[in-house]
């Protein structure tokens, strides 16, 4: 982030001088504001809102708590003296450094935001025509931050004029940190549906800000951070409106990550002390996944990265284990499971690592983890290997919490039960499903379903929201949730029917390599659970079975034979077995 003299802010200036708190810069704004913007001091302005900034702590960091009420009184108090003089700023920076310092406080008000975005559209954009990089990545970054509201449709023309106005500046005038900054900007603004024009039409800029972070002029003065947060800004623009970073780019630019990991190792001292913290470590896991230059590159040109920032990674992990946040650790995780550390120096470390990480979360009793966090760790804990009966018994106790319950999503419950189907934990299961049912009840294999009898206050409530919860989950969802109770030999009744039913009301299907596998993996799980589950939802069973002889018929049609593989064929005629014992149907396979 930028410091204040970075941006250009001036630190002697007189009349702000003597105010060293917010009560006392607020007087003066209320006192004298009006009168700045009357006799077009707007160096008075452009100080203040730094100095607003200095005063809470949010130089570099997000206000303190303790100063953010006040913070907001002056900023508000700068926005109602400027916004009737908007239309005589004479440059970018006056126009720019407010709607910073308002991003910074987390206010909004449109009497300001409104005028300053018009102003920069003014004339063609004239104003950013001249603007410096850091002005110009201020902008983006200020329209961006995380809890902005959405970005006006009046803001995008001086986003595209920002845009083609960085495209022409160099390496030399492009600061690593501007760089970094708008291309994490882009990023966080691309899933807004109003930018898509604007976002799809990025992709010279984002391969030229890329180029100017390489640029040998650049690189001695890229910090760690720089390379890290550059590469996942480009990892979550993958695939969206069509870009597609280079692999020229990132080859480079994984590389340079890399030689950044090892050298913060190589200097002794912490890494995060070089950008490198948990946070960052656990984005560039995920980027390395999803570029995948570990594995469909060819050749394969991130490993060596990998490595390195796995290594640091475990070093971290090991030396301050609680800096990691639940969601850093479910991220870390989940991003183990995608990468490919099956032999060497990766694979050393990733295990220790996912050891590690799974030891923190159960000696911290899953405090502070929310239903999504918690249940990718399990599911992700499961797939890498681990079966610790002990660590998800802890898990599913603090899954089961009718708090943690009355949150989760259909989502979140399928990756609990096939995280415990995988890391074959029946007795986890059983208490997660009376958790679920509201009861104590629940069935094993033959054994019935459990008591009807409910039960009061937030255990019935969590009930009802875990009930509304799958009835709305997706066909995948529920599928994979019956295929995990049937794979544990756990169920109830009133569960299996709840699934079948939303699954029903599903068909048909997507004939996409999501839904291939679908209906065999019902129908196994149907016939596999045995309390009558295929006789109590026949018409789902048919449908299911009609999904499966569409699916041949267009392969048959194709000519082809390769519906489905060999593993799922014989899941289709254990299914077809059940369906002539249970059903007297023929379950032709």
């Known amino acids: 982030m930028w410091r204040l003299q970075e941006i250009g802010l001036s630190t002697d ?15 003066l704004v209320e006192t004298e504001g009006q009168a700045w913007g009357v006799f077009e001091k707007w160096s008075n302005f452009r100080d203040a809102f730094a100095l607003a900034l200095q005063l809470a702590g949010s130089r570099h960091t997000s206000p303190s708590q303790e100063h953010l009420p006040q913070l907001r009184a002056v900023v508000s108090a700068l926005a109602a003296a400027l ?26 008000p449109p009497e300001l935001v409104e005028p300053l975005i018009a102003r920069l559209a003014r004339d063609g954009g004239e104003l950013l025509h001249t603007a410096s990089a850091k002005h110009l990545a201020l902008l983006w970054w200020s329209l961006a931050v995380p809890d902005a509201p959405p970005v006006p449709t009046a803001a995008i023309a001086p986003l595209a004029f920002a845009a083609s106005r960085m495209l022409r500046l160099g390496p030399t005038q492009l600061s690593p940190t501007d760089v970094t900054q708008t291309l994490l900007s882009v990023a966080r603004l691309a899933p807004q549906p109003q930018l898509a024009p604007l976002v799809s039409r990025l ?8 180029a100017c972070l390489l640029d040998p002029s650049q690189l001695p003065h890229a910090a760690p951070e720089a390379f890290a ?13 069509g870009f597609m970073a280079r692999e020229e780019l990132l080859r480079p630019l994984v590389a340079a990550l890399g030689r950044a990991a090892a050298g913060a190792g190589a200097a002794g001292g912490p ?29 394969p040109y991130g490993l060596d990265t990998l490595t390195e920032v796995l290594r640091e990674l475990r070093l971290q992990v090991r030396g301050a284990p609680a800096v990691f946040s639940p969601t850093q650790v479910g991220k870390v995780l989940s991003a183990l499971v995608k990468l490919p550390v099956a032999t060497g120096p990766a694979r050393e470390h990733a295990a220790a690592v996912a050891i590690e990480l799974a030891a923190e979360a ?50 979140d419950l399928t990756s609990l039960w096939l995280g415990l189907a995988r890391a074959r934990q029946p007795a986890a299961a059983r208490r997660l499903l009376a958790a679920m049912l509201g009861d104590g009840g629940g069935s094993s294999g033959e054994d019935g379903a459990g008591g009807e009898g409910g039960v009061g206050g937030e255990a019935a409530a969590a009930s009802a929201a875990t009930a509304t919860a799958l009835r709305a989950a997706s066909a995948l969802s529920c599928s994979n949730l019956l295929w995990a109770m049937a794979k544990l030999d756990v169920s109830d009744h009133r569960l299996v029917d709840l699934l079948a039913g939303r699954l029903a009301a599903a068909l048909p299907l ?10 065999v993996m019902a129908l196994w799980a149907l016939g596999s659970i045995r309390d009558g589950a295929m006789r109590r939802n026949r018409g789902l069973v048919e449908g299911l079975v009609a999904e499966v002889e569409a699916r041949r018929a267009a392969a048959a049609r194709a000519g082809r034979s390769d519906a489905y593989d060999e593993g799922e064929c014989t899941q289709l ?17």
Not at 229 to 241: F, T
Request: charged share 20%; with cysteine; proline share 5%.
């Open 13 to 27: 200036n007189e009349v702000l001088h003597s105010r060293m708190d917010l009560p006392s810069l607020l007087q």
């Open 83 to 108: 916004s009737p003089h908007v239309d005589k700023l004479p440059d970018a920076e006056l126009a720019v450094l407010p709607l910073w310092a308002l991003a910074r406080a987390s206010v909004w």
């Open 203 to 210: 992709g010279d800029l984002l391969h030229h800000l890329t």
């Open 229 to 241: 947060d550059s590469l996942y800004a480009l990892s979550q623009l993958r695939g969206v409106h």
């Open 271 to 299: 890494a995060t002390a070089q950008g490198l913290t948990p946070q960052r470590l656990a984005n560039v896991l995920h980027a390395l996944a999803d570029i995948q230059c570990c594995t469909d590159a060819v050749p």
């Open 362 to 411: 159960e000696a911290r009793a899953f405090a502070g983890f929310d239903a999504p966090t918690l249940s990718i760790t399990v599911w992700a804990l499961a797939r890498l290997g681990h079966t610790e009966e002990r660590w998800f018994g802890a898990a599913v106790a603090a899954a089961a919490e009718p708090s943690m319950l009355a949150a989760a999503s259909g989502r």
């Open 510 to 519: 997507q004939h996409d390599r999501a839904h291939r596998v679908l209906p």
């Open 573 to 589: 005629k254990r299914a077809a077995y059940i369906m002539r014992r249970d059903l007297g149907a023929r379950g032709e396979s």
